[in-house]
């Protein structure tokens, strides 16, 4: 899972109505984090933390698509749009969209509307892990290896979070008839929703930055693991972090001082149980800007 956004959170943003832009591109097929993630972005979009613009699925299952509107959906956001493959003829469509570019070369694109990336993907400082390695192994590598050195990316690694277990209140916290919670019923099976939160974490981080929760309690969860240097991945799959002082721009996480994987899980189970019955984003929501960086 990766995804683009905007600034990182700021307190004053609520007041003034400013919402953070992002865009979600999950490869939601083998593991059910995508949806916690999708759940994760749906719960912040409505309490006015961040505009979800869309959500682009990588994978060509024919059910894809359909999982991630199921997920928009129940939490009042079907008007998201969502772009995919055809399962049949393997096109790309998007069913509405405020603009396409199609004569512009990636780089020209990210530098004209990307504010960051941030990768779930890769081990730190080094090492092998499926979301870069086990796939389109040329794309990754062109994407990792050539990202313009103005624009950050923010990689979270498979070691952040494959301690880090939410979902496990879902059964006792969450509505009945939530998606969330039968799709973590399905995918982990025999009574029980726990799972590693890669995309989840990813998702919290991409959204509230460095900065901490909305309500305060308990700070900042996470926080860059180096100063300097970038990501590097070879023709393997693998990556290495490289350390490069003028290279200021990339970053991997690590959890705060003071927080430990039980602190982001029970952070994590609230959001995902969250009902959205009555609750609908507000006017300032909507999406009416057609030229932000992301």
Same mark, same amino acid.
């Given at each position: 899972?990766?995804?683009?956004?905007?600034?990182?959170?700021?307190?004053?943003?609520?007041?003034?109505?400013?919402?953070?832009?992002?865009?979600?591109?999950? *490869?939601?097929?083998?593991?059910?984090?995508?949806?916690?993630?999708?759940? /994760?972005?749906?719960?912040?979009?409505?309490?006015?933390? $961040?505009?979800?613009?869309?959500? $682009? &699925?990588?994978?060509?299952?024919?059910y894809g698509a359909l999982a991630a509107s199921a997920a928009n959906t129940?939490?009042?956001?079907?008007?998201?749009? /969502?772009?995919?493959?055809?399962?049949?003829?393997? +096109?790309? @469509?998007?069913?509405?969209?405020?603009?396409?570019?199609?004569?512009?070369?990636?780089?020209?694109?990210?530098?004209?509307?990307?504010?960051?990336?941030?990768?779930?993907?890769? #081990?730190?400082? +080094?090492?092998? +892990?499926?979301?870069?390695?086990?796939?389109?192994?040329?794309?990754?590598?062109?994407?990792?290896?050539?990202?313009?050195?103005? /624009?950050?990316?923010?990689?979270?690694?498979?070691?952040?979070?494959? *301690?880090? @277990?939410?979902?496990?209140?879902?059964?006792?916290?969450?509505?009945?008839?939530?998606?969330?919670?039968?799709?973590?019923?399905?995918? &982990?099976?025999?009574?029980?929703?726990?799972?590693?939160?890669?995309?989840?974490?990813?998702?919290?981080?991409?959204?509230?930055?460095?900065?901490? &929760?909305?309500?305060?309690?308990?700070?900042?969860?996470?926080?860059?693991?180096?100063?300097?240097?970038?990501?590097?991945?070879?023709?393997?799959?693998?990556?290495?972090? $490289?350390?490069?002082?003028?290279?200021?721009?990339?970053?991997?996480? #690590?959890?705060?001082?003071? /927080?430990?994987?039980?602190?982001?899980?029970?952070?994590? *189970?609230?959001?995902?149980?969250?009902?959205?019955?009555?609750?609908?984003?507000?006017?300032?929501?909507?999406?009416?800007? #057609?030229?932000?960086?992301?």
């Amino acid at each position: 899972m990766s995804y683009a956004r905007t600034r990182r959170f700021q307190a004053q943003s609520l007041q003034e109505g400013h919402r953070k832009p992002i865009l979600i591109d999950t *490869d939601i097929l083998s593991d059910v984090d995508d949806i916690g993630s999708l759940a /994760i972005a749906n719960v912040l979009h409505n309490r006015g933390l $961040v505009d979800l613009r869309g959500v $682009v &699925v990588n994978t060509n299952s024919e059910y894809g698509a359909l999982a991630a509107s199921a997920a928009n959906t129940y939490y009042g956001n079907g008007d998201i749009p /969502i772009a995919a493959l055809r399962p049949l003829t393997q +096109e790309t @469509f998007v069913d509405t969209w405020n603009f396409l570019y199609t004569a512009r070369s990636w780089l020209e694109l990210i530098l004209s509307k990307v504010k960051e990336l941030v990768v779930m993907g890769g #081990k730190y400082p +080094e090492g092998w +892990e499926f979301n870069l390695g086990g796939g389109d192994v040329a794309s990754a590598l062109q994407v990792v290896n050539e990202w313009p050195r103005d /624009i950050p990316v923010t990689y979270s690694g498979f070691e952040l979070s494959k *301690d880090i @277990f939410s979902g496990t209140r879902l059964m006792e916290d969450a509505p009945s008839d939530s998606p969330i919670l039968a799709a973590y019923e399905w995918y &982990v099976g025999r009574c029980k929703t726990a799972r590693e939160s890669w995309d989840p974490v990813t998702t919290l981080y991409g959204i509230l930055g460095l900065h901490g &929760v909305p309500e305060g309690d308990p700070g900042p969860l996470f926080d860059y693991a180096n100063d300097v240097g970038y990501n590097r991945m070879l023709e393997t799959g693998s990556n290495e972090w $490289v350390h490069d002082s003028a290279v200021r721009n990339q970053h991997w996480l #690590k959890l705060a001082d003071g /927080i430990t994987n039980e602190t982001v899980a029970a952070w994590l *189970d609230r959001l995902l149980a969250h009902d959205p019955v009555g609750e609908r984003c507000p006017n300032h929501c909507l999406h009416t800007q #057609k030229d932000t960086k992301y």
